[in-house]
């Protein structure tokens, strides 16, 4: 990304961060890394969706409630841009403003894809 005022780079914040995944190996071993991510990529979509379903009926607590059990894990896991999306969302949501959330969810959904796809293709990340 460049900075328009005076054309150098700027750089992108991280989306995924291998880092986040090492530290879990190194913590647990790949059993507790495989475990912790077919968790993530189990509970997530129904996360997401509860966002969706609270941000489309303008349930304000049903929408942060969702963004913000979904942001730790995100975090925890690597999954960097889906931790500040959902930071975005629930304090959106926290403020009672869900007009912009539904855009976020959809950025969110999207995300979730590009992270379901590092994680199952990272080692040990697939594998329970």
Not at 68 to 73: E, K
Not at 109 to 114: A, G, I, M, P, S
């Amino acid at each position: 990304m460049t900075d328009m005022s005076n054309g150098e780079e700027i750089a992108e914040p991280v989306s995924l961060d291998p880092e986040a995944l090492e530290r879990l190996r190194r913590f647990g071993g790949a059993k507790l890394l495989g475990e912790m991510v077919r968790l993530f990529l189990d509970a997530a979509p129904a996360r997401i969706a509860a966002a969706r379903e609270g941000s489309d009926a303008g349930d304000a607590a049903a929408t942060e409630l969702a963004l913000h059990s979904l942001r730790s894990s995100s975090a925890q896991l690597g999954a960097m841009r889906m931790h500040r999306l959902c930071g975005q969302g629930e304090q959106l949501a926290k403020s009672g403003d869900l007009g912009i959330v539904g855009l976020l969810v959809s950025d969110l959904e999207d995300e979730f894809v590009r992270v379901h796809e590092w994680l199952t293709g990272y080692p040990d990340g697939g594998r329970a």
